[in-house]
């Protein structure tokens, strides 16, 4: 872990067994970060794909609840609001976790018969979407678990997705090689449609909304105008 401003090192976060994944997500008060320990092989047939650890940034040690995932898991999203992580894993279920109160969890359909690859939260944590490679985006409510709209604006596998801060947009990212922005308030309306040469592997609107970035196989990552639509310029280097 580092500190961002100034930018130094704070701590190590150690695992004891597999090797930790890419997919992290911070509590709202950044005390604690969710992290993803991918599994070694030999530890598959007893305890599942991967597990995810709470940590705490301030000395990187692992609390003792752990939640153990049948499956690889492919993206966290911690509630902005709530004591609530929602983990999407290579399965078609989603989880909602809550880390700090022992054995809450709760379990949605998702992308049945498909993969979950993607979740995030609305700014106000009412609102629970997710992505996967059954094309569509989905919207649930996370308090009854109520299965809200489903849009599959993509023609194939949606493998990102973001909730802008401002509440107004939600982007998916596909392996069709575009980038969809809609409606967060009614996903079938799109805004805008922008483009990649190569699969897309992630997207995130800067704090503000102002921005939207873009990335995926290209090795590329751009920026978008939300509002307009127009491109933003490129940061190449990958």
């Given amino acids: 872990l580092l500190d961002a401003k100034p930018l130094r090192f704070r701590c190590f976060v150690k695992l004891k067994g597999g090797n930790p994944s890419a997919a992290k997500t911070f509590s709202p008060d950044s005390k604690y970060v969710a992290v993803i320990e991918a599994l070694p092989e030999e530890?598959?047939?007893k305890s599942g794909r991967a597990r995810i650890h709470i940590v705490r940034t301030s000395d990187g040690k692992a609390l003792p609840q752990v939640f153990n995932s049948i499956a690889a898991v492919h993206a966290l999203a911690w509630?902005?609001?709530e004591d609530v992580v929602a983990i999407a894993a290579h399965e078609p279920p989603i989880h909602l976790w809550r880390p700090l109160t022992p054995n809450a969890s709760r379990v949605?359909?998702?992308h049945e018969p498909k993969e979950t690859w993607a979740v995030a939260f609305s700014p106000d944590s009412k609102?629970?979407?997710s992505a996967g490679d059954d094309h569509a985006l989905r919207?649930?409510?996370p308090i009854t678990g109520k299965h809200r709209i489903q849009h599959e604006g993509h023609t194939s596998l949606v493998s990102c997705l973001a909730y802008a801060p401002n509440g107004k947009w939600i982007a998916t990212g596909s392996y069709d090689k575009s980038v969809r922005l809609c409606d967060a308030g009614k996903p079938t309306r799109e805004f805008?449609?922008?483009h990649h040469v190569d699969d897309l592997r992630c997207v995130a609107f800067s704090h503000d909304s102002k921005l939207l970035?873009?990335?995926g196989r290209d090795k590329v990552v751009r920026l978008w105008n939300p509002v307009t639509g127009k491109d933003a310029g490129i940061l190449a280097g990958h």
Avoid: E, N
Wanted: proline residues 14%.
């Fill in 43 to 45: 530890d598959l047939p």
């Fill in 108 to 110: 949605f359909p998702g």
């Fill in 192 to 194: 805008h449609r922008f």
């Fill in 213 to 215: 970035a873009s990335g």
């Fill in 127 to 129: 609102i629970l979407a």
């Fill in 139 to 141: 919207i649930w409510d």
């Fill in 79 to 81: 509630s902005p609001t």
